[in-house]
């Protein structure tokens, strides 16, 4: 009885770092990536709003290595984009520091 409790347990915690309650799009500018991690590394980023003049920013998690090499570009030539993410119900340490996954990249502009 204890196994199966820890398996549906286990289980339970896993889908739950999939399961999406939200969705929606920021736009602004990436001010940072980083890569951090020893055993399990994760992709982490800062956007900052356009037209805010405030201390604001946006933490968020990638787990897409397409999508990070998009958010990476963005952050290197300094343009605005608009960042589409899901926010997942759970955060794993192994899936990223934020429950914020962008899910896509998109230039604003030209």
């Known amino acids: 009885a204890f196994i199966v409790g820890f398996v549906l347990l286990c289980f ?3 889908a739950a770092s999939y399961i999406s309650t939200g969705s929606g ?14 055993i399990f590394q994760t992709h982490e980023g800062i ?3 356009l037209n805010d003049s405030g201390a604001y920013v ?6 897409d ?4 090499e998009k958010v990476q570009a963005a952050a290197e030539h300094g343009k605005p ?9 759970a955060k794993f340490f192994w899936r990223g520091e934020t429950s914020f ?4 990249v998109a230039p604003i502009g030209s």
């Open 12 to 14: 339970g915690g896993c």
């Open 25 to 38: 799009f920021r736009v602004g500018t990436v001010v940072k990536c980083s890569t951090n991690g020893i």
């Open 47 to 49: 956007l900052k709003p």
């Open 58 to 63: 946006w933490e968020f998690s990638v787990d």
């Open 65 to 68: 290595n397409s999508v990070w």
């Open 81 to 89: 984009v608009k960042l589409n993410y899901k926010h997942r119900m």
């Open 101 to 104: 996954f962008v899910t896509d």
